[in-house]
């Protein structure tokens, strides 16, 4: 609009976006990338991600029939797709319910309860939204609650929510959950390439850090205009997402497709440092997440990502004449990532050999 005064940023990312939706405000300017033509369930087919049951792949003994097919569904997933919906991941379901019950309750209180635990909007822990983008780069039309659960003593409790009361404990029991399930998946996905089950964790050290984003996606008047989570591959080694409604979809051979919905399962997602990792054989998938008209969602993203200061690379076994090392060892890629995430762009091109 002609004359119309643009909010830079960083006033918008001190502003919640559920503030602009319970005023009924539009998305302003810098949230928008989207062309007006995009309909919310544009290009986005009912995928056919696969599903793994990792209670089959959890016994170190010698596999039976059972677990070397779901071996190969593992190994295929991960190379095409990027992803898997897990299943007998030994979380029981009710417990999946009462995570996705505790965020919904988190953003559902009072503005002035949540921004108790506010965070800068150049902090990355804490409640709000990411730190200010490049100049020209969109904002997303999401709120969120980032915090750093593992190791402990990485604990910052001034931004764990009292409120809901519940919260902390079940936070605390979910870390325990993911602690358990990266290592039998870090296991499986190394047997699955017929690799010594131990060489991910080593990679990924003992102190390897969970992160934890809980996001919140408003309604929109304008899914058209906007995206809850802008196009983007994962910084961390891999990702595990718990997800409400439908909204996050996944890049493959350049077509969208939707992550369905399943109660009962987690999205396991490879992230930059697994493709390193494995030469290229895993893909980090692009990934975003729509915007809805009709429905909020609530997600809970958990970041694991090897310790800091640790060199990480392409496993001697996986580099060949056939298969020529692909990646560069690297140490603390998760920040490269970041400085490219900020400017709209990827960063593995950086770390190639
Ligand atoms: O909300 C989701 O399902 C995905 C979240 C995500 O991709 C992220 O936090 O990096
Ligand atoms: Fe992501």
Same mark, same amino acid.
């Given at each position: ?38 309909? @919310?369930?544009?290009?986005?087919? #009912?995928?056919?991600?696969? &599903? ?13 029939? #059972? ?10 997933? *991960? ?44 902090? =990355? @822990? ?10 020209? /780069? ?6 969120? $609650? =980032? ?25 605390? #029991? ?16 190394? !047997? ?8 991910? *964790?080593?990679?990924?050290?003992? /102190?390897?850090?969970? /992160? ?27 990702? +595990? +997402?718990?997800?409400? @409604?439908?909204? $996050?979809? +996944? ?7 939707? %992550? ?5 399962? &987690? ?8 493709? &390193? ?5 895993? !893909?980090?998938?692009?990934?975003? %997440? ?24 392409? *496993?001697?076994?996986? %580099? ?5 090392? %692909? ?14 995430? /900020?400017?709209?762009?990827?960063? *593995? ?5």
């Amino acid at each position: 609009m002609a004359g119309a005064f643009i909010q830079p940023a960083e006033v918008l990312l001190s502003k919640r976006v559920q503030e602009m939706v319970i005023n009924g405000e539009e998305p302003p300017a810098p949230y928008i990338c989207r062309d007006g033509d995009a309909t @919310e369930d544009d290009g986005s087919v #009912e995928s056919p991600i696969p &599903i793994v049951d990792l209670s089959l792949l959890s016994f170190s003994g010698p596999c039976g029939d #059972e677990s070397e097919d779901e071996l190969r569904k593992l190994q295929s997933a *991960l190379c095409s797709w990027g992803c898997f919906q897990a299943v007998g991941h030994g979380i029981p379901s009710s417990f999946l319910d009462e995570i996705r019950q505790v965020t919904k309750e988190f953003f559902g209180q009072p503005m002035e309860e949540k921004k108790k635990y506010a965070k800068t909007v150049t902090e =990355f @822990e804490g409640y709000g939204a990411d730190p200010v983008p490049e100049e020209g /780069q969109p904002l997303d039309w999401s709120d969120r $609650l =980032f915090l750093d659960v593992y190791p402990e003593d990485k604990q910052k409790l001034k931004f764990w929510p009292e409120n809901p009361k519940s919260f902390r404990d079940i936070l605390k #029991e979910y870390t325990e959950k993911m602690k358990m399930v990266t290592k039998l998946t870090s296991k499986a996905m190394a !047997k699955s390439l017929n690799l010594d089950e131990n060489c991910f *964790l080593d990679q990924f050290g003992e /102190q390897a850090p969970l /992160q934890a984003r809980f996001n919140y996606y408003s309604r929109c008047q304008r899914p058209d205009l906007v995206l809850g989570l802008k196009p983007h591959s994962d910084g961390s080694g891999y990702t +595990i +997402i718990l997800q409400d @409604e439908v909204g $996050l979809q +996944i890049l493959k051979d350049d077509k969208w497709y939707a %992550v369905p919905q399943n109660p009962h399962a &987690i999205l396991v997602l490879m992230a930059d440092q697994m493709e &390193i990792m494995t030469n290229g054989i895993f !893909k980090s998938p692009v990934h975003r %997440v729509l915007s809805n008209s009709e429905k909020e969602r609530v997600s809970l993203a958990v970041f694991y990502t090897p310790e800091a200061g640790k060199e990480i690379g392409p *496993l001697d076994d996986l %580099v060949s004449v056939e298969r020529p090392r %692909v990646f560069k060892n690297v140490k603390d890629y998760a920040d490269t990532h970041w400085e490219y995430y /900020q400017r709209g762009t990827r960063a *593995l091109h950086t770390v190639q050999v």
